[in-house]
């Protein structure tokens, strides 16, 4: 069985670009989560969907946004890129949101902003 | 202040040898759970082991041992028999319940050294 994947693997924009990131959950799982991994540091939660709409956000400025997909695949859109922007950007799925369930990741697209 | 707290940036273990990974947390949710997780130098983040905050025993999974202590807050992580392949960032996290729903918390990390 596929895991989660992430599309790019790796990403070089110049400042003021848009992104577009993809993550692909795997088959069953219908939340999808998004985090933001800077150099060295920990994760920050970014956004999550779940059968289709954003049920919760975390603490990043509205050009950061998404969408999820009938077929629970989602995009994760950067927009007026900065050069903090530059961080492994994490993708992560799960069958449904509880405090239980485990979340599985994809291996990440690095965004480095120029 | 901090939900989740790993005050060790850097270990070293031997080979063979058991390691132990401090986390303590910060919630008044009664209903949460704390999580492991393990980031190679090649990123992908690697599920270990799973504590909910009403499980009554100790999660374990293989030689990973989760040292959970409700009254201080703390999920330490235990692993036991180390490995030259377990070198890596370990990260401890929790999900609390619905007032942040689908949000993990993550620590800043330790990173681990096995040595020969």
């Known amino acids: 069985e596929a895991g989660v994947t992430q599309s790019p693997t790796h990403l070089i924009k110049t400042r003021g670009q848009q992104a577009t990131l993809r993550c692909s959950p795997i088959?069953?799982?219908?939340?999808v989560y998004w985090y933001q991994q800077a150099l060295g540091l920990g994760l920050q939660f970014l956004l999550w969907?779940?059968?289709?709409?954003?049920?919760n956000r975390g603490n990043f400025p509205p050009r950061f946004s998404g969408r999820q997909f009938p077929n629970y695949s989602s995009e994760l859109n950067v927009n007026a890129l900065e050069l903090e922007d530059s961080a492994l950007y994490l993708c992560?799925?799960?069958?449904?949101?509880?405090?239980?369930?485990?979340?599985?990741f994809g291996q990440g697209t690095r965004l480095t902003v120029v | 202040a901090q939900k989740i707290t790993q005050t060790q940036p850097g270990m070293f273990v031997q080979e063979k040898e058991a390691v132990t990974l401090d986390c303590t947390y910060d919630t008044s949710d009664p209903s949460y759970g704390l999580f492991w997780y393990k980031q190679p130098s090649s990123g992908e983040m690697i599920f270990l082991i799973y504590?909910?905050?009403?499980?009554?025993q100790n999660a374990t999974e293989g030689r990973y041992s989760l040292n959970f202590q409700k009254a201080r807050k703390s999920a330490n992580l235990v692993i036991s028999a180390s490995q030259l392949g377990d070198s890596a960032m370990y990260f401890c996290a929790m999900r609390e319940g619905p007032t942040n729903a689908g949000k993990s918390t993550f620590g800043d990390g330790t990173t681990l050294t096995v040595k020969p």
């Open positions: 504590q909910g905050s009403y499980d009554q």
């Open positions: 088959s069953g799982h219908t939340s």
């Open positions: 992560a799925s799960s069958l449904v949101h509880a405090p239980g369930p485990e979340a599985f």
């Open positions: 969907y779940d059968e289709g709409e954003e049920r």
